[in-house]
């Protein structure tokens, strides 16, 4: 009689599925493991843009984890980390910290995590990290939200945030705002040329904005017959059609 049981590899094999779509990087394949099908939206826009604010209620509202690369980055300073002063000063000055080191501390949360659903705060920052986390992971994001807002707002709220940064100071702000539109903006072109950006007005209140995100991720707490991906393709279609369709502007 045949017997359902299954061999040693293929019991390896189904707890230890190594995500290979990647490419390899410096000739090293992808190493991300996990066994479930992840799904990520990358949550990018400038410095006080509104980006956390959002991501808390996202996270609320539809279940996803959210990760923030710069808490990330500003927790590895605290634990003491070899890496946290090299860390500290590049925030300090308001550069990008290697991807090798970012992409590593996403790749362990989301690891370390029992969910399936990231919001990946802050992040790709530049061309770097983009590549390096889908040779290392060999994710695509589902979509990317853009937050659009202009400089003057987004200083107004950095200057009011009071969270004691080291980088909201007038110096620093302004060198984040340089390095937004020189290396961040870059990474959006390069996704709305696959038509995965939503582009969001952040200059509303933040209940306002919120509503205008709520229909890109109903999808993911009402999976239709036809399953999410369909659900999600006519969300984005219908965000693009309501007036948001993106046209970046240095
Ligand atoms: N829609 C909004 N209207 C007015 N103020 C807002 C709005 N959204 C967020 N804020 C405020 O602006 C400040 C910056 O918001 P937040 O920290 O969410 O931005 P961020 O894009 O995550 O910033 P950073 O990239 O620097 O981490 C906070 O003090 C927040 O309370
Ligand atoms: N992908 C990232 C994200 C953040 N950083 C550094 C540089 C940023 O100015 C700082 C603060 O990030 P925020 O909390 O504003 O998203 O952290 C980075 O180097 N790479």
Excluded: W
Excluded at 99 to 118: I, R
């Amino acid at each position: 009689m045949a017997t359902a049981t299954k061999t040693v590899s293929e019991e390896e094999e189904e707890v230890t599925t190594v995500k290979v779509n990647g490419s390899a990087v410096n000739g090293v394949p992808p190493v991300f493991t996990s066994s479930r099908e992840l799904k990520v939206v990358f949550v990018l826009g400038g410095p006080g843009s509104g980006k956390g604010t959002q991501c808390s209620k996202i996270v609320e509202t539809f279940g996803f984890v959210h990760l923030s690369a710069g808490d990330l980055l500003r927790a590895e300073i605290k634990s003491g980390n070899e890496n946290g002063n090299m860390i500290q000063n590049m925030i300090k000055e308001g550069k990008i910290v290697p991807a090798e080191v970012t992409v590593k501390l996403l790749q362990k949360a989301m690891e370390e995590s029992e969910n399936d659903k990231f919001l990946i705060d802050g992040f790709p920052r530049n061309e770097e990290n983009r590549a390096i986390f889908e040779s290392v992971t060999g994710i695509e994001p589902q979509f990317i939200l853009f937050f659009d807002c202009p400089e003057q707002e987004m200083e107004r709220r950095l200057l009011g945030r009071n969270q004691g940064r080291v980088d909201d100071n007038i110096e620093t702000i302004r060198k984040r705002f340089k390095v937004f539109v020189e290396s961040s903006i870059p990474v959006v072109d390069y996704y709305e040329t696959s038509g995965k950006v939503n582009k969001i007005d952040a200059t509303k209140s933040v209940d306002k904005v919120f509503d205008s995100i709520r229909p890109l991720f109903d999808c993911f707490n009402h999976v239709s017959s036809n399953g999410y991906e369909e659900e999600l393709t006519e969300a984005i279609k219908q965000h693009n059609i309501n007036g948001s369709a993106v046209a970046i502007t240095n």
